[in-house]
């Protein structure tokens, strides 16, 4: 027998069960257990999860540690309190203390015992008036009473400045505060004696005597006035210390979500 056929036999043999050997060194490998991040499971470690890769999960983990540092920076600045306005309650009252202690001064010294002086043609008069009593003339004869008052205001918008950090309430303090303290020194250090002293008027709308408005003074305009601008702020719902009360809106169901009565 030639050895011809016998060689063709075994290479049609070695061609036939070749297509096997392949197909099951294939099964082998996919049930081996997935490759780590070095290429290979190491022992005793996890498997990543089939729904979720390791790399999303650590993609997932840093989003969510930016997205909180995003929120943390975000509250510290929609979050901080304004400036406190002490500087601005300080300068404002300064300034009209010591425009009403020039003004007076200078009524006593060129009103007192003179005619009344006309301005704005009639609109406004220099005159000189000493008062026991409150602004424009009231409360006469109660002049240690509102000698205390007056200690009691001052000593209270000094204790709320410590949290003043609302412009328009330290602009309407520092004038009421600027006005008390004004007046407070001429019922301390003027005639008749301390706590009864009487305050110095000199200004009169439309009369040279107070018969159409009462004569008043500086300390007098700065009380209205800031007295004014605190009941705005208040009814605008405004704080001393910057914070704004805004009413809630009321919420509106869609006409298509409501209940059947």
């Known amino acids: 027998m030639s050895d011809e056929p016998k060689a063709a036999e075994d290479v049609s043999a070695e061609v036939a069960g070749k297509p096997a050997e392949t ?5 082998e490998k996919a049930e081996e257990p997935a490759a780590g991040p070095e290429g290979s499971a190491g022992a005793g470690e996890p498997a990543p999860s089939p729904g979720r890769p390791a790399e999303d999960d650590a993609e997932h983990g ?23 306005r002490t500087g601005l309650l300080a300068v404002l009252a300064g300034g009209v203390l010591a425009l009403d202690v020039l003004t007076k001064v200078l009524s006593v010294a060129f009103l007192e015992d003179a005619d009344p002086v006309e301005l704005f043609g009639g609109a406004l008069y220099l ?6 009593g409150a602004a424009f003339g009231l409360a006469e004869g109660w002049t240690w009473v509102l000698a205390l008052i007056a200690f009691g205001v001052a000593g209270f918008i000094l204790w709320i400045s410590r949290n003043l950090r609302s412009q328009g309430w330290a602009v309407g303090l520092g ?6 303290v004004g007046n407070l020194a001429d019922r301390l250090f003027r005639e008749p004696g301390p706590m ?10 439309f009369d040279p005597f107070g018969r159409v408005w009462p004569v008043f003074n500086v300390a007098d305009m700065a009380i209205v006035g800031g007295g004014v ?15 704004v009360h805004k009413d809630s809106p009321v919420p509106v169901e869609p006409a298509g979500l409501q209940e059947p009565k």
Request: hydrophobic letters at 35%.
């Open 175 to 180: 004038l009421v505060l600027g006005g008390a």
């Open 127 to 132: 005159t000189f008036v000493r008062n026991p």
């Open 196 to 205: 009864r002293g009487h305050v110095v008027d000199f200004l009169s709308l």
């Open 23 to 27: 197909q099951g060194s294939e099964r």
């Open 229 to 243: 601008t605190i009941i705005v702020l208040a009814l605008m719902q405004h704080d001393y210390d910057g914070t």
């Open 62 to 84: 840093d989003a969510k540690d930016g997205d909180a540092e995003d929120d943390a920076e975000e509250f510290s600045i929609t979050g901080s309190l304004p400036e406190p």
